[in-house]
């Protein structure tokens, strides 16, 4: 079976277990409505069709053993109900994605932007302008600021003026548009923060021990996705990128320098390296923590389940050593997520 072969039968697989988990949604809902409504029916047919509707929800038990998909009912714990939602969750944006519409900026919208920019600019410039023209004019002939004012505005000065403004109008666009362009070119490879690491002796004398630099870059394309995060994507069922979907590249070199470590009067010396990330931002977007689902039971039809609402953040570490002729050999890596919600960290998992 050829890759694309594979990728059409997972994503027929993927297909398979929605409308199943959509089903039995349907199912459940049913049967409570028909609990519901039991005073108003013949006794008769209430029983009747209940015990119909039963014999579906054993038949979806053993259709969910058989291929494997989440079995949820009132004797799920906290942690197999968080899974399961996290799972539809997942199961449902994959198969809705193809009717988001992506939002992009319209090119004639960030040309007006940058119109407004420069006519702000050009407000500025002709008001200064204007200023240094008044102030030529009012001053005495003899201090020599204000001879020649009446030539320089008969001897083509619109034309210098509109040079002027023109001149100073582009030149914070040139800025920003080359800045822009050398940031993701020839000037990408510069560190976003760069800092040195000190140590203090007994004299409260500085010693540079080496430097710590940090990048950070965002990745939409599949085809940019480093190895690692591609394999633990693939355990999660989640190789393509959705829409709008971005992953975040974090990387920190620290370089040491061994003359200077000798300074340092430690038998051992280790360095210990935090990374904190602050969601702050994300969990602030974030649902309830608990929300209410209705689920199959075999024992009453259907029953109504408090359900966890988590989301999860995966991070892939990779530590890596460079050597003197600056080639980089891998250490180990880490794969951890964090199961975050409402009110914030759950707590951190090894994957």
């Known amino acids: 079976m050829d890759k694309t072969a594979r990728?059409?039968?997972?994503?027929?697989?993927?297909?398979?277990?929605?409308?199943?988990?959509?089903?039995?949604?349907?199912?459940?809902?049913?049967i409570n409505t028909i609990d519901k409504a039991q005073a108003f029916l013949p006794v008769e047919s209430y029983q009747s069709l209940r015990r119909r509707l039963m014999i579906?929800?054993?038949?979806?038990?053993?259709y969910a053993n058989h291929l494997g998909f989440y079995w949820l009912n009132e004797k799920a714990n906290e942690t197999e109900r968080e899974e399961y939602f996290s799972k539809l969750n997942s199961l449902k944006k994959r198969m809705w994605q193809t009717i988001y519409l992506e939002v992009k900026p319209r090119r004639s919208f960030l040309i007006r932007k940058q119109i407004a920019y420069m006519l702000a600019a050009g407000f500025a410039a002709v008001w200064a302008l204007l200023a240094d023209l008044w102030i030529r004019f009012k001053l005495p002939a003899k201090s020599g600021l204000g001879e020649g004012l009446s030539d320089f505005l008969?001897?083509?000065?619109?034309?210098?003026?509109?040079?002027?403004?023109l001149a100073y109008v582009l030149k914070d666009r040139i800025k920003e548009t080359a800045r822009s362009k050398l940031n993701k070119g020839i000037l990408g490879k510069n560190p976003d923060f760069s800092e040195q690491i000190l140590w203090k002796d007994s004299k409260r004398r500085p010693h540079n021990?080496?430097?710590?630099?940090?990048?950070?870059?965002?990745?939409?394309?599949?085809?940019?996705?480093?190895?690692e995060v591609e394999q633990i994507r693939a355990l999660h069922g989640k190789k393509?990128?959705?829409?709008?979907?971005?992953?975040?590249?974090?990387r920190k070199r620290i370089e040491l320098k061994p003359v200077a470590l000798k300074k340092v009067p430690f038998s051992s010396l280790c360095l210990r390296d935090i990374i904190r990330i602050n969601v702050k931002r994300y969990i602030a977007r974030l649902g309830d923590p608990v929300s209410s689902y209705l689920c199959l039971s075999e024992a009453q039809g259907s029953v109504i389940l408090p359900m966890p609402k988590s989301y999860y953040l995966d991070m892939v570490l990779r530590y890596s050593y460079q050597n003197r002729w600056?080639?980089?050999?891998?250490?180990?890596?880490?794969?951890?997520?964090?199961?975050l919600n409402k009110d914030g960290l759950v707590r951190?998992?090894?994957?």
């Open 7 to 30: 990728e059409l039968n997972a994503e027929v697989l993927y297909a398979l277990e929605y409308c199943h988990y959509r089903f039995r949604e349907g199912l459940a809902k049913l």
């Open 56 to 62: 579906w929800v054993r038949l979806q038990r053993v």
């Open 154 to 165: 008969e001897f083509s000065g619109l034309l210098v003026i509109i040079a002027f403004v």
């Open 209 to 227: 021990l080496g430097t710590i630099q940090e990048w950070m870059s965002f990745i939409a394309d599949e085809k940019e996705l480093p190895s």
């Open 240 to 250: 393509r990128l959705f829409s709008g979907e971005q992953v975040v590249c974090y």
């Open 326 to 339: 600056r080639k980089y050999d891998g250490l180990a890596l880490d794969f951890n997520r964090l199961v």
């Open 348 to 351: 951190i998992e090894r994957l």
